[in-house]
């Protein structure tokens, strides 16, 4: 899998692309921690180019949200689409989540 | 006509990423549809994932067989491992939150395959867990709730 990370204001926007499964969902979990420590702690996680998504890569989905949480931020999700959108909906994720259709979308609420 | 492929891999993710590339590829070459091949590879990842983790108590290597029979309309998924028992129908479905902060983190992976799977079959075989699942062949438009 592949992550780049990108600030926009204070938001920091995390590209996700490839495959979040058991392997690569730990290396992510970390990823995002160290810079929530750093003080990053609004993000939005853009799934556009993501391909396939098991539970391990939406566990380490909720860590980080919940982890940007507890720092006062929070964790918005963008750019969901075909099986990796309906594993999120089967899994109530879309309920615990803020979802957007793109980026722009979560920048352009403020 | 059936399909059929044996796969065996050892009680590590090093192997179970490489059961679930070689599963892949056998489903590319008898031109499954990407979703199917998506639904397929999820329920092969979260049980053998499951199987590795918390089914040995002990650090030796431990063989766990995997056949997955490619028919007309369906993909059945046959997994055996001599690990301690365990039932995936026995498993409650976790409990639905609407916040963040109360939710638990464990507990999707069995979810996701129950969601995914049309059917799913659980017995014990001397000494052996053997867990049945079959997974319906989609077409490229595909609007069930399931994956």
Known sequence: ?110 | MNYEILLCMRNNLQDLTRLVSEADQFMQSHCLSPRTVYCVNLVLEEVLTNIVKYAFDDASAHEIQLILTIKDSEVIVTCEDAGREFDPLAIPSPEARDSILECEVGGLGIHLVRKTVHSMEYFRDRHKNVLIMTIKKAERQHNSDTP
């Not at chain 1, 204001?9 to 990823?31: C, H, L, N, Q, Y």
């Not at chain 1, 939005?44 to 391990?56: G, M, N, R, T, W």
């Not at chain 1, 959108?85 to 309920?95: L, N, Q, R, T």
């Open chain 1, 1 to 110: 899998m592949d992550v780049n990370f990108s600030k926009q204001g204070d938001w920091t926007i995390i590209a996700v692309e490839g495959r979040m499964d058991t392997v690569s969902a730990p290396e992510f979990e970390k990823m995002v921690q160290e810079r929530i420590l750093q003080g990053s702690n609004r993000l939005i996680v853009d799934f556009s180019k993501l391909d396939y998504i098991s539970s391990a890569g939406l566990r380490s989905i909720l860590v980080a949200g919940k982890n940007s949480k507890a720092k006062g931020g929070e964790l918005a999700c963008c750019g969901l689409q075909g099986v990796v959108k309906k594993v999120f909906d089967v899994s109530g994720f879309h309920k615990l989540l803020p979802i957007f259709d793109s980026k722009e979308d979560v920048l352009n609420r403020e």
